[in-house]
């Protein structure tokens, strides 16, 4: 067993409201000169960027995680998490076909740019990534969850796109086994409101969109990693936050 720093929600250059300098490799870059050991993409959306992604942390070390930050039709953001890339590309291609066509403005949203992991932009998403799909949460769920991914309502205790403010309590009824909060959230007081909390994971990440936002090293998970490898400890992460037996 070893700890290992996380951050589970960043966001690159590809997602809209993401600064231009999110691109893979300077995200991967930044993820280890702030002593993190995993990292995971998280697009609204889109997958588009995770192999550039993996192959930039290659290059420092890092292990990475391709995920997606999913609308769903109620406006609730949801995380979407893969222990493989393949599997990830395949959610996305899914969800592709859920999405809104309505044409992004870059001048008013910003640019959508896909990357390669030498910050070469390869094209640019024209559909505007930021609107919510055409699948409710519960279809949202559903779908990660047949493409092997685990899912979790993002940021819970904030007011904008937190399953908790638009529903009003934590969707329960659904079977997660995770939550995220804010880095500045407080884990006690929300267990407190909603006591169904205490049995999940909970988990901090930054939901980044600059460089300097990325977490410091400091949130922590424990994982079996014998035998050693990015690909087991990846494994053991999502089966962490799927409810399994790591800490």
């Known amino acids: 067993m070893n700890k290992y720093n996380y951050d589970l929600h960043i966001h690159s250059c590809l ?13 991967a870059g930044m993820a280890a000169v702030k002593g993190l050991q995993i990292a995971a993409l998280t697009d609204h959306n889109s997958t588009a960027n995770c192999p550039a992604f993996f192959k930039a942390c290659k290059a420092y070390g890092i292990i990475p ?19 493989s890339l393949e599997a990830a590309m ?27 992991e030498e910050d070469n932009i390869l094209s640019e998403e024209e559909n505007l990534l930021i609107n919510a799909t055409d699948l409710s ?31 009003g309590t934590f969707p329960d009824w659904l079977s997660y086994t995770a939550y995220e909060i804010s880095g500045s959230g407080h884990r006690e007081s929300l267990e407190i409101a909603y006591p169904v909390l205490r049995s999940l994971r909970s988990v901090k990440s930054s939901d980044a969109h600059y460089l300097w936002d990325i977490s ?8 079996d990693d014998e035998p050693y490898s990015g690909d087991f400890v990846r494994k053991r992460l999502i089966e962490y936050l799927s409810g399994g037996a790591s800490r």
């Open 15 to 27: 997602s809209p409201c993401g600064d231009n300098d999110m691109t893979p490799a300077n995200i």
């Open 65 to 83: 995680v391709a995920g997606m930050e999913l609308t769903v039709s109620e406006d609730i953001h949801l995380l979407c998490l893969f222990d």
């Open 90 to 116: 395949e959610f996305g291609n899914a969800v592709r076909g859920h999405m809104m066509p309505v044409k992004n403005r870059p001048e008013i949203f910003g640019h959508q740019y896909v990357m390669d």
């Open 137 to 167: 949460l519960d279809e949202g769920s559903a779908l990660c969850r047949e493409y092997g991914g685990v899912c979790y309502p993002a940021h819970i205790d904030r007011t904008s796109n937190g399953a908790v403010a638009v529903l």
């Open 216 to 223: 410091e090293a400091g949130n922590t998970v424990e994982l």
